[in-house]
């Protein structure tokens, strides 16, 4: 279990951490600063959890998959972003795009199971067959 010293510790860096990124970022250094101490506390978690029942982190996720999706992930965002900026006027268009291409990128690189993207695009009443028949040919 953690100290209440070290949970201590914990709260001050959070603080220090909201403080430099408000300042510098502004309203969305609180989030940022949010999201980097959730994943430090799940991560530290995590590798303790696993020291204690004496198994690696790799036995429960493949890092190869996980690199390959946030690599994939921070790719789509830039590429979304330079889409939304260069077709400002149409973002009708440009969500339709992005779905489209992240649709084919998560049933390409099997991010999700297919039998779930199966079981869901059954749920989508206009586009049923067509998404089905895309699952199915990718």
């Known amino acids: 279990t953690l100290s209440s010293s070290s949970a201590a510790s914990d709260v001050y860096k959070r603080q220090v951490l ?5 300042k510098t970022i502004g309203k969305n250094g609180a989030a ?3 999201i980097i101490t959730l994943f430090f506390i799940a991560f530290v978690s995590i590798h303790l959890s696993t020291k204690l029942i004496g198994k690696k982190l790799t036995d429960y996720f493949d890092t190869k998959r996980i690199l390959n999706l946030s690599f994939t992930a921070v790719i789509l965002y830039f590429g979304f972003m330079l889409l939304n900026s260069t077709i400002k006027d149409f973002w009708g268009f440009t969500i339709v795009i992005q779905a489209i291409i992240s649709y084919y990128i998560v049933v390409k690189f099997n991010f999700i199971d297919r039998s779930i993207l199966m079981a869901l695009t059954s749920k989508v009443p206009f586009f ?4 089905t028949s895309v699952v199915r040919r990718i």
């Open 18 to 22: 909201n403080y430099v990124l408000i």
């Open 32 to 34: 940022i600063s949010t």
């Open 128 to 131: 049923n067959n067509v998404l």
